[in-house]
């Protein structure tokens, strides 16, 4: 037996990356009867069953630390959330929409704002202001240039990470950035089979180091925020946290007179565009149809 972790799954086949190198794998019978699918980045237990083509079967899947729903996956450590600064211009409530979205699933978030060398200082600018509150690191890159391209490294070491971000924004750019060999992995894969070729884009990590992944993911146009409740929305405003207000915990920041929130608003130590999704996303939860 030897241990790896699944870095892509097409059609029923699993690839391992292990010591011996990129094994295809399938999962034992198993797992269909217990009604368990493996998952981009379990880490698991395979035996080799053709050493010259390094073809073998998982019989394990060791115990997860996580599961997320979206991407489908596990044992993943943070998300690293990027957007371009320009070219195109920041969807700010889809931003917003993909910060909840890894908090709702537990993972930390640094947001990394991509292409700063078409970017304007003004426009950097904006967001460096609209965004420090928000309770995520914030790196200004340019993936095209390589600037910024260790500092996100130096994030990434040790851990597994999910990149997410709408499509156009240069993520793939940053892979390739961070690891030159993603395509050739992804060649290396299509080679053992041609399966991979005509399918739907599908979720895979790459390996940095031993111990640090990074999982490419497809682009977003849209994201809902599920069955999260109008009022939960406000934990996700971290910045809206300190400014008191008459109504203590039950104040929604939105109608209420002599809120601290709407104050520190009015004083510029809250952004406008923060506030203004809030608003959006509040009424958004709000009017949404229960069935």
């Given at each position: 037996?030897?241990?790896?972790?699944?870095?892509?799954?097409?059609?029923?086949?699993?690839y391992?990356?292990?010591?011996?190198?990129?094994?295809?794998?399938?999962?034992?019978?198993?797992?269909?009867?217990?009604?368990?699918?493996?998952?981009?980045?379990?880490?698991?237990?395979?035996?080799?069953?053709?050493?010259?083509?390094?073809?073998?079967?998982?019989?394990?899947?060791?115990?997860?630390?996580?599961?997320?729903?979206?991407?489908?996956?596990?044992?993943?450590?943070?998300?690293?959330?990027?957007?371009?600064?320009?070219?195109?211009?920041p969807?700010?409530?889809?931003?917003?929409r993909?910060?909840?979205?890894?908090?709702?699933?537990?993972?930390?978030?640094?947001?990394?704002?991509?292409?700063?060398?078409?970017?304007?200082?003004?426009?950097?600018?904006?967001?460096?202001?609209?965004y420090?509150?928000?309770?995520h690191?914030l790196?200004?890159?340019?993936?095209?240039?390589?600037?910024?391209?260790?500092?996100?490294?130096?994030?990434?070491?040790?851990?597994?990470?999910?990149?997410?971000?709408?499509?156009?924004?240069?993520?793939?750019?940053?892979?390739?950035?961070?690891?030159?060999?993603?395509?050739?992995?992804?060649?290396?894969?299509?080679?053992?089979?041609?399966?991979?070729?005509?399918?739907?884009r599908?979720?895979?990590?790459?390996?940095?180091?031993?111990?640090?992944f990074?999982?490419?993911?497809?682009?977003?146009?849209?994201?809902?925020?599920?069955?999260?409740?109008?009022?939960?929305?406000?934990?996700?405003?971290?910045?809206?946290?300190?400014?008191?207000?008459?109504?203590?915990?039950?104040?929604?920041?939105?109608?209420?007179?002599?809120?601290?929130?709407?104050?520190?608003?009015?004083?510029?130590?809250?952004?406008?565009?923060?506030?203004?999704?809030?608003?959006?996303?509040?009424?958004?939860?709000?009017?949404?149809?229960?069935?």
């Open positions: 037996m030897i241990r790896g972790k699944i870095i892509k799954g097409i059609a029923g086949f699993y391992v990356y292990t010591p011996r190198g990129l094994v295809e794998c399938k999962a034992k019978g198993i797992f269909r009867k217990e009604n368990i699918k493996p998952l981009v980045g379990d880490n698991v237990e395979i035996s080799i069953v053709d050493e010259g083509l390094l073809q073998g079967n998982i019989v394990r899947i060791l115990p997860r630390e996580n599961e997320l729903i979206r991407p489908a996956s596990a044992n993943i450590d943070q998300a690293l959330v990027i957007f371009a600064i320009t070219r195109p211009s969807n700010y409530n889809l931003l917003d993909f910060l909840i979205t890894m908090g709702q699933q537990g993972l930390p978030a640094i947001l990394c704002f991509n292409k700063q060398d078409l970017a304007t200082e003004e426009e950097g600018r904006f967001l460096e202001e609209a420090r509150g928000s309770g690191p790196l200004f890159v340019s993936g095209q240039s390589r600037q910024g391209i260790e500092e996100i490294r130096s994030h990434l070491l040790g851990r597994t990470t999910v990149v997410a971000g709408p499509s156009g924004v240069g993520k793939s750019t940053i892979v390739n950035g961070l690891f030159p060999k993603a395509n050739m992995e992804t060649g290396e894969i299509s080679q053992k089979t041609l399966r991979g070729k005509h399918t739907t599908h979720a895979q990590l790459f390996a940095l180091s031993e111990d640090t990074i999982m490419d993911t497809p682009g977003f146009t849209s994201l809902n925020l599920g069955e999260m409740e109008k009022e939960e929305l406000k934990s996700f405003y971290p910045e809206f946290a300190g400014h008191g207000q008459r109504f203590g915990s039950g104040c929604i920041h939105i109608s209420e007179p002599s809120c601290g929130v709407k104050e520190a608003l009015e004083e510029g130590k809250i952004s406008k565009v923060r506030y203004g999704n809030y608003v959006m996303l509040f009424e958004e939860l709000k009017n949404r149809k229960k069935y």
